[in-house]
């Protein structure tokens, strides 16, 4: 008998189950393959990055992505049960026992998890080879592509397994004790005078984040203000007041505005109407907490794409910044270089070299806020304009008699900025200048210190106790050095140190340059590299946006599936309670293109209002961690018109079921 109730339930709801079942498989497949992937033999071995930072993450993520799975199907599979209230109540009124009741619950969702875990880890072997191979292929890695889940991990998931299932169960189980026990739906009516002041500090909250967002753009512009205990709390206080004032909005706003609209002759419905828009605002008013939800899910999946986007651009603009060369060394390095192009089937597409003056230079460390003497180098504007216009145009326009700095590291300020640099040169005038370059012609590593290009009569007239000259190739598809000719080269990756002897007096500081010694060197001696090569960094910069792009994509689709799935539950289970209310107005009169016009509005502001309020947090979310600085309109607006493109479908499809169970159910 239990079985047979059981699957006239699961026949009688297959809609809302169907749903449930194949949002809980993907996830259950997502998580299994991150399993997989965590332990995959060919990963391991041929990926080095992956067993030193990555294989750490996929676990990390994993596990995230399981309690946030867990919390989902926990939410949402409650849902059922509600959506069986007035089935339990009316077995227990024909004489159904309380403990029949409760194990009919536990017997329900044990079949649907048992079901949908079975599905899930099938759909992971299926689709394991497909989403490794993806990865490879985002991460330009040429392999094959093994399947691989090991007994352990596999003993792992089926424990997972089981235990979910009985925990979910016995959950339901006990939802279902509850409504046998009650009898009646707790509803509580709230009046409408506690929604006004509600509604009015909801409002007031949202537009006190608006104004803190505002003054958080001017604060964090100010760069010499840093990450100040004020400005986290008044970027917690903003997160919060969107947070909470949302919700309040929803609970207080949102039917006080409905109200009005209902009040006002000139707005409300007339006749027949009447009903159908008293109807609406019921329903929408019992939705406060899903629109919520709705919306602060939207905002973090929003934030997340947003962030990843941003993240994946300044990688790709670091990259750029620091290695807009090939291959590069110095005059000590250049004939063995040379050699080893000659030998290997590389093609020079273009070469170049420049001359430097190296000497020492007082600046501010702005870590420690003192004065720090060491070595900087000087490149003349005739040398600097000789570079190839690839490595220039990510620079500042740089006019004959101007000065810029070329920086690296956090010692002081490089890139883009208009912040002042000041340096004390020894021997030589005073260079204050706001330029700031941050394309490393040869390399970072080549340059003892920052790099400064000045006027070609200053440069003539700089005294420097050391001079070099640096050479630059580009070739054809990238170099093809052999992993024997690379690892010949690396010996001159920190060929020299360049020693410090510092003095109260810039002037009689001094300074040698020797071969580096890992066991001699201290704080006051600097590296410099007599080789540099863009491709390895190319190669690793390939798998870690690679890898980044792939955990994104499988978050933020496993996101949006899980947003769509809560919306489309909730909508039918809405239906399920109130289908006679509708039932009642096609009595009365109202004809079914009206009802059918009810749902439609119903899911448009279910939908709408949500995605209206989550645009507005993420960007400002977005704003602030952004600094302000540069326009992130284009690019948000784009994200966010694929995001609401894929969102609409999904309240396509829910509007398309929605109305599909209540016709079904008024016929």
Partial sequence: MYLKIV?????????????????????????????????????????????????????????????????????????????????????????????????????????IQVF?????????????????????????????????????SLLSLLRIAVTSIF????????????????????????NIWLRIPTGTFGILLFISAVIGTIALF????????????????????????????????????????????????????SGLNLFSFKYLKSRTMRNTSVLWFVTELSTMALILLTTCYFGYKLIYENYHTEYPFALTANKNTVEDVKNTIDDSKTEISHQYHSRIKITLVSTLDTTRRVLVQRPASFMSYSEYMNLPKKIRKQNPELGPKQFMRIGFG???TFGFSDRKVEWNVKNATKIVTRKNGSSFPYGGGMFPGSLMVTPDSYYNKLSSASTDTLYGWYFKHGDKLTKKQARSLVKYRNAYVISVNAKSDLNNSTFKISRYN?????????????????????RHLHQIVGFFI???????????????????????????????????LKKIGVSDQEIRGIIRSENALTFVIPIVFAILQ???????????????????????????VLYSLIGIVTYMISWRSVKRRIS
């Fill in 116 to 152: 949908a875990w079975v599905l899930g880890i099938i759909e992971a072997f299926i689709f394991q080879k497909f989403f490794g191979m993806l990865l490879l292929y985002l991460m330009r890695v040429k392999i094959s592509f093994t399947s691989y889940l090991n007994l352990d």
């Fill in 518 to 538: 890992p066991d001699n060197y201290t704080n006051d001696d600097y590296i410099q590299a007599g080789f540099v090569r863009q491709e390895s960094a190319k």
């Fill in 7 to 111: 699957r006239r339930s699961l026949s009688k709801m297959h809609d809302s189950y169907l749903i449930y079942t194949l949002a809980c498989s993907f996830a259950i497949g997502i998580f299994s393959i991150l399993i997989s992937l965590v332990d995959n033999r060919i990963l391991k071995h041929d990926i080095s990055l992956w067993r030193s930072s990555m294989m750490p993450i996929v676990f990390t993520l994993s596990i995230v992505f399981a309690a946030s799975a867990f919390v989902y199907m926990a939410y949402v599979g409650g849902f059922f049960i509600k959506q069986q209230r007035y089935e339990f109540l009316t077995f227990e009124k024909l004489g159904m026992s309380k403990a029949t009741i409760v194990v009919l619950g536990f017997m329900q969702t044990f079949v």
């Fill in 550 to 584: 792939f955990m994104v994509a499988i978050f933020s689709i496993a996101l949006l599936i899980a947003l769509g799935s809560v919306l489309t539950l909730r909508i039918l289970l809405r239906d399920d309670y109130e289908w006679r209310q509708l039932k009642t």
């Fill in 618 to 644: 993420s960007y400002a979310a977005i704003a602030i961690v952004n600094n302000g600085y540069d326009s992130i309109v284009p690019e948000f607006t784009l994200i966010c018109l694929s995001y609401v």
């Fill in 410 to 412: 956090n010692d002081e």
């Fill in 167 to 190: 925990v979910f169960s016995i959950i339901n189980a006990i939802r279902t004790y509850s409504i046998v026990k009650k009898n009646k739906p707790n509803i509580k009516k709230i």
């Fill in 218 to 269: 001017t604060t964090v512009q100010d760069t010499d203000s840093g990450y100040s205990n004020h400005l986290i709390f008044e970027s917690m206080y903003v997160a919060i007041a969107y947070f909470a004032g949302t919700y309040l909005i929803y609970f207080g706003f949102l039917p006080v505005l409905l109200t009005v609209l209902q009040k006002v002759k000139r707005i409300s419905y």
